[in-house]
């Protein structure tokens, strides 16, 4: 790769991507994205979002011992649930998984697509053979949710996305009742994030604070322009953009 290709990124496409596409799938499916990632046992465990053939959206386990070469299940892991009262609230599917290990388990933050919008939500699982539901933990609308992989200030701590574009974070002390929200960062208007912005992975902490890894999408006219941006929160207090 030249010089000039390779300008100012400091991160670059692998070659043989995709990773994981159609046609690697034992059965036929209209769409494959989205995927949380986390390390079990030396193993990669990849949950992507793939839509059916009649319109909804499920997660499925793929795994992988070399993180580039993956499996993917043949049944998925999490369907939406059609039975009331959940069904509501899941009728249009569900899908954005992201794991983080936390308490010596593996949490997932998944988004449902229902009758009322958009919600969060939360289980837990040991063996990602299983996943126990834990409940909705968002109100109406709000995406890109995940954990930090550590309590701060002796709560754990949520990163979503509302309606308006912009990353909050907010606190509970038994994962059940949040609160206490705070705006992170916001859209910045004649920048690359200036039309919405949402958290990408889980926060790894490094000596600096957290490193964030978030998208930013500027519409074009050519349509919606979506990039990659890092930034650095305060350890104890992730509402603090530091760099």
Not at 35 to 56: K, S
Not at 61 to 80: E, K, M, Y
Request: hydrophobic fraction near 40%.
């Amino acid at each position: 790769m030249s010089d000039k290709a390779i300008g100012r990124d400091i991160v670059h496409r692998w070659e043989g991507n995709p990773l994981i596409s159609i046609e690697d799938l034992s059965f036929r499916c209209s769409d494959i994205h989205n995927a949380g990632v986390a390390c079990m046992d030396g193993q990669m465990i990849m949950l992507i979002t793939i839509e059916a053939l009649q319109g909804f959206t499920q997660i499925y386990r793929a795994h992988s011992d070399d993180g580039i070469n993956f499996s993917v299940d043949p049944s998925p892991l999490i369907v939406p649930q059609n039975d009331s009262p959940r069904g509501v609230y899941e009728s249009g599917g569900i899908r954005d998984a992201r794991i983080t290990p936390l308490d010596g388990t593996y949490y997932i933050i998944y988004l449902a697509d229902g009758d009322y919008g958009m919600r969060l939500v939360l289980g837990r699982t040991d063996d990602f053979r299983k996943v126990e539901f834990i409940g909705y933990i968002s109100q109406p609308d709000v995406k890109n949710g995940m954990l930090f992989p550590r309590k701060i200030n002796g709560r754990y701590a949520l990163l979503k996305r509302p309606v308006g574009g912009a990353i909050w974070v907010s606190y509970s002390d038994d994962l059940t009742f949040w609160g206490d929200e705070q705006v992170v960062m916001t859209p910045r208007g004649g920048h690359w994030d200036s039309s919405r912005i949402g958290a990408s992975a889980v926060p790894i902490e490094v000596e600096q604070g957290w490193l964030l890894i978030y998208y930013g999408v500027k519409q074009t006219q050519g349509g919606p322009l979506v990039r990659m941006g890092a930034a650095v929160l305060d350890k104890e207090d992730p509402s603090k953009v530091l760099a």
